[in-house]
């Protein structure tokens, strides 16, 4: 087993502990990492464009005109999609945008975008943050502590103190461990856990 180092909220090293290979240590494959995320934002498209047909539109169905005699093009009715107000041809209609992935896929994808932050250094572990209150300045300097400007904090459970304290910093989210996932583990440059989370998340990754 591969061994991480655990800090303080001083960015102090104060103890190791093992991590699992079967998770930390898989290799990494981007076409996997890259079908999970594609599938993970067509999932928050909402898919809610919406146009209404000639059978849709509030029209009366009767000819406009008679066909002959009147010296005018031939018609037909209001809602006819070459009239103004009429119905709309080939127009967009609500549709979802999901694509199915695998469980096995998904998790598979979760183990190497965590393997990846452990790979380049970009993973860190805290014991405890130790906010005694709520307040912006302190969380934000222990991150400066860590020389952290972009951060993904996953917790063990609801935090009100932390949550509360981190949500003004910009590129900074804060998520519970089972809430973990791939387009935000890639998306900010370091992933912070606090160490309960840690093992949580190994626990439900493992092989």
């Known amino acids: ?3 991480i180092d655990i800090y303080n909220a001083n960015a102090e090293r ?8 079967d998770v930390f240590a898989v290799s990494v494959r981007e076409d996997i990492l890259h079908q999970v995320v594609r599938s993970q934002l067509a999932r928050s498209r909402s898919g809610s464009a919406s146009s209404k047909g000639r059978s849709e539109v509030r029209a009366s169905g009767r000819k406009l005109w008679r066909q002959k005699g009147t010296g005018r093009a031939r018609v037909g009715p209001a809602s006819s999609p070459i009239r103004r107000g009429g119905g709309v041809v080939f127009g967009p209609t609500p549709r979802g945008y999901f694509t199915k992935v695998n ?3 998904r998790k598979a994808a ?3 975008a965590l393997a990846d932050k452990l790979k380049i250094g ?3 572990v805290v014991d405890d943050f130790h906010l005694e209150k709520i307040k912006t300045k302190s969380f934000f300097e222990i991150l400066r502590n860590f020389n952290v400007e972009s951060a993904l904090i996953v917790s063990e459970e609801p935090n009100e103190t ?4 981190s949500r003004n910093i910009p590129n900074v989210k804060l998520l519970r461990a ?3 996932n791939v387009y935000d583990i890639l998306r900010y ?3 912070l856990f606090v160490e309960p989370a840690l093992g949580k998340v190994e626990e439900a990754l493992a092989q």
Not at 14 to 21: A, E, F, G, M, W
Not at 162 to 165: A, P, T
């Open 189 to 191: 440059e370091y992933l």
């Open 162 to 165: 932390l949550e509360k304290s």
């Open 110 to 112: 979760l183990r190497m």
């Open 1 to 3: 087993m591969a061994q």
């Open 122 to 124: 970009k993973l860190i």
């Open 178 to 180: 089972e809430g973990i």
């Open 103 to 105: 469980r096995k896929v």
């Open 14 to 21: 104060v103890s190791q502990r093992d991590v699992r290979d």
